[in-house]
């Protein structure tokens, strides 16, 4: 039988690759029995996959009774990219594998509102890929803190960064001659959730970061919803109350900034609760102490928090929400507040729904925006456009660095 490249192949190739890197090795009657496809099918994305030097075929598993299968993992060599995390004040580095392992990290001081700040992006990306080694660089993701116009174009509009219309995308691939994806980091998130993480399991969910700012990535039908211009999920601006404080938008009262890690910290500040220059790692070692003041700093950010999301999950409909961010260190504190007005301000028939808390790392934003390369390849929907066709070609013709 014959299987031509449809969509639905490419996103079932993606599919096996994320399998294997994030459960390990399988075999082929696993993945098909998974990954919900007919066991022909999953036969021939593994042909495939094993001709593209993309998957290797390992010893055979131990047998469960019956004639024991042969396992399928992936090849090591498979494939890397970069990922870049873009803030004010500096970038980190991330090189993954195929299998969105990280092989190594790096983080430098970078100033997002130099007038330079495009050729000492490119240089300090120059320096990281100087410092790795071996085959198939398939390219850099970068992730950024606001609105891309299109992955594979990469005009960044960010007001945290103060950037207005900064072509990235096209900067870094002249100076660094290859493929460059760039995308909201919450949105690059979400991609990696859906490739290696919980959203593998769903079809549609929320990724919602909490930290510095507040956003959110929305994937519906397995796809990331961008929005007209690439400004979806923007959730850290959801008007909450009138005559609120300033927000980084210009507007008042927005969730962030009644939130934010800048509005915790503040609050924390007036109330006595911290001295006048400690941060938000003192405020929830005051909370984890067991200071009252504290923790209903973290308590009343939740309850606003859990109003907010409760809106946005009834108009989305997800089936899963999965809290990220630096924030969530103090998540304790904040589901004391989070969980009663989440729930109460719910539809009762959408109640139940589930909400994931997951660990946070420091280079989870750059791994996050590395999983927009390794999506490329299998990217159906041709979201990362032009780039998305010369990071395949790479993968696929085996071109080195
Ligand atoms: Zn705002």
Redesign the pocket.
């Known amino acids: 039988m014959a299987i031509r490249p449809t969509a639905r192949t490419d996103v079932n190739r993606s599919a096996v690759l994320a399998q294997l890197g994030a459960q390990g090795p399988a075999s082929r009657a696993d993945l098909a029995r998974t990954l919900g496809v007919s066991p022909a099918l999953m036969t021939q994305l593994t042909k495939d996959l094993l001709s593209d030097g993309l998957i290797v075929e390992l010893e055979h598993s131990p047998s469960q009774g019956g004639r024991p299968a042969r396992m399928l993992g992936l090849a090591a060599s498979g494939g890397r990219a970069i990922g870049v995390k873009v803030v004010a004040d500096h970038v980190a580095f991330v090189e993954v594998g195929l299998d969105g392992e990280v092989l190594r990290s790096a983080s430098e001081p970078f100033d997002a509102t130099a007038t330079t700040l495009l050729a000492d992006l490119a240089s300090l990306l120059e320096r990281f890929i100087a410092g790795g080694s071996g085959t198939r660089l398939l390219g850099i993701g970068v992730g950024v803190p606001g609105a891309v116009d299109r992955q594979g174009n990469g005009v960044v509009d960010s007001t945290q960064l103060g950037w207005n219309q900064v072509p990235v995308g096209e900067t870094l691939r002249r100076a660094l001659n290859l493929p460059v994806i760039v995308e909201n980091n919450v949105n690059a998130l979400a991609m990696a959730e859906r490739l290696y993480g919980v959203g593998r399991r769903h079809d549609s969910f929320l990724v919602v970061t909490i930290g510095t700012g507040v956003g959110a990535g929305i994937v519906v039908d397995g796809v990331v919803l961008r929005g007209s211009s690439g400004g979806a999920g923007e959730i ?2 959801t008007p909450v109350v009138e005559d609120g404080p300033l ?3 210009g ?1 008042t009262g ?1 969730l ?2 009644l939130i934010g890690e800048t509005a915790l910290v503040r609050a924390g500040r007036e109330r006595g609760v911290i001295g006048a220059t400690a941060g938000i790692a003192a405020l929830r070692a005051a909370a984890d102490a067991g200071d009252p003041a504290a923790a209903s700093i973290f308590s009343e950010a939740g309850h606003l928090l859990g109003r907010t999301l409760a809106g946005i999950v009834q108009a989305l409909d997800p089936e899963l929400v999965i809290l990220l961010g630096e924030g969530t260190a103090a998540w304790p504190h904040w589901a004391f507040g989070f969980e009663p007005s989440f729930r109460a301000s719910l539809l009762p028939l959408r109640r139940g729904i589930g909400v994931a808390v997951e660990s946070w790392q420091d280079e989870s934003w750059a791994q996050g925006a590395a999983a927009l390369v390794l999506a490329t390849p299998f990217d159906s929907e041709g979201v990362a456009g032009d780039q998305g066709r010369l990071v395949r070609e790479r993968l696929v013709g085996g071109g080195g660095a």
């Open positions: 850290g601006h927000c980084t938008c507007n927005c962030e900034a």
